[in-house]
């Protein structure tokens, strides 16, 4: 009877959560569709002006910023999973990068594809490359979590490399724009480039629906074919829905990081890791992040505008560095 006591309790905490967290990102979206240079009162009479602002400028906006922390944090979720490791998230473990490396591939030697859908695809090519090195190479090798980081770093940093040989290369028009993807922005999101948003939106919702699967795949491999999983078909449809998201993040809004690792790892601590509510509970964390990000992001400065990517960057680092810590301490 405790048991079940208990196991209510908890039910209980995970469904507060999602509507705390629901209540939570609408308020944080009405708050960013008023405030900027302009500041727009909802309870008056809006001028055409205002009309314009909010229906081709801010709320194109609002929506990439949803859509890419949902995505993002859902990311991490699973490959911390999927890898079996606390610390994964895809900016750290240079997916991300291996996805702005195919979008410079093709605004270089493919300019016909440079659309929003064509950047997607090259997006999505790099992100499940990247991908597919990390986990062939975890599972082959058994690397241990200090292992995989430096594996992704250098992976990142390679990716690092060819971007900094695009900018040498590159005019001043493809050199904005480069910058734009390696700082992370939505500064230029608008309803064109919402295409990608169409394509991330029925993974992340299968991605949701999956929860139950992957708290048998948390108990290990053995035990997980016990009850009839087949992991092998999972793990290749896992990592073709994270490689779509992170791919369809990076070419709306460019490599942001630390979203994908700060918010699972600290719902997991404070909630637990049950992934049929931790997953749709940290889309909605994801995307009130980085909501918030993008509102400090156009704000803090009068004359300028912050990257999106340095914010999320300033969060998430020293949450980082103390997760690391942490991890190592424990050992």
Known sequence: M??????????????????????????????????GEIFINPFSELTQLQQQLVAQLRLPRLLAAIAI?????????????????????????????G?????????????????????????IAGALLFTL???????????TTTRLLLVGVALGILAGA???????????????VLMYWLMGSIGGASWYH??????????????????PVLDKLMMGELHAKQLGLDVEGLRWKLILAVSILVGGS???????????????HLLRMALGSENRFLLPISALAGASLLVFADIIARTALDSAELPLGVVT????????????VKNHDSR
């Open 2 to 35: 405790e048991f079940s006591q208990l196991l209510i309790r908890k039910h209980t905490r995970w469904q507060r959560s999602i509507v705390f967290l629901t209540i939570t990102l609408l308020l944080i979206s009405s708050v960013y569709l008023m405030v």
């Open 69 to 97: 922390g949902a995505s993002l944090a859902l990311s991490g979720a699973v490959l911390q999973v999927l890898l079996g490791n606390v610390l994964a998230e895809p900016g750290v473990l240079g997916i991300s990068g």
């Open 99 to 123: 996805a702005s490396v195919m979008m410079v591939l093709v605004m270089f030697f493919f300019p016909l594809l440079a659309t929003p859908f064509g950047f997607m695809l090259a997006a």
């Open 133 to 143: 090195i990390l986990v062939s190479m975890a599972k082959a090798m058994r690397l």
């Open 162 to 176: 060819v971007v900094t040989w695009a900018f040498y290369f590159s005019d001043d028009l493809s050199l904005r």
């Open 194 to 211: 919402h295409v990608v948003t169409l394509a991330v939106l029925p993974v992340m919702l299968w991605l949701c629906f999956k929860g």
């Open 250 to 264: 990076v070419a709306l809004g460019g490599i942001i990081g630390f979203v994908g690792l700060v918010v699972p």
């Open 313 to 324: 960057t300033t969060i998430g680092a020293p949450i980082f560095i103390w997760m690391l």
